[in-house]
């Protein structure tokens, strides 16, 4: 659901960030692209790995090759304020 009136109220929950013959978020690009619109800076909760400075790392360089700069929810100590 999109909350245009509320950017902290706006998600993107990917189960999958890989699919076969495709490169890393490739196959929803486009909806995070509709999704940020002229947003720039996203917050990443990268929970979905063990090694989360990677999986930041990796999410980041992919997003910045969409113009896009990330904040990750683990590099501080109240991930709160990033969401507010």
Known sequence: ??????PAGN???ISSSNVHGLGFLDHVE???RDLLGKIQKVLFVPFA???R?????K???RLARM???LDSAHLTSQ???LVE
């Open 1 to 6: 659901m999109f909350w245009p009136e509320s």
């Open 11 to 13: 998600l993107l929950l």
């Open 30 to 32: 486009g909806e995070i």
């Open 49 to 51: 790995l063990y090694d």
């Open 53 to 57: 400075d990677a999986y930041a790392a």
């Open 59 to 61: 999410v980041g360089e």
């Open 67 to 69: 113009g896009f700069t």
């Open 79 to 81: 991930p709160q304020r």
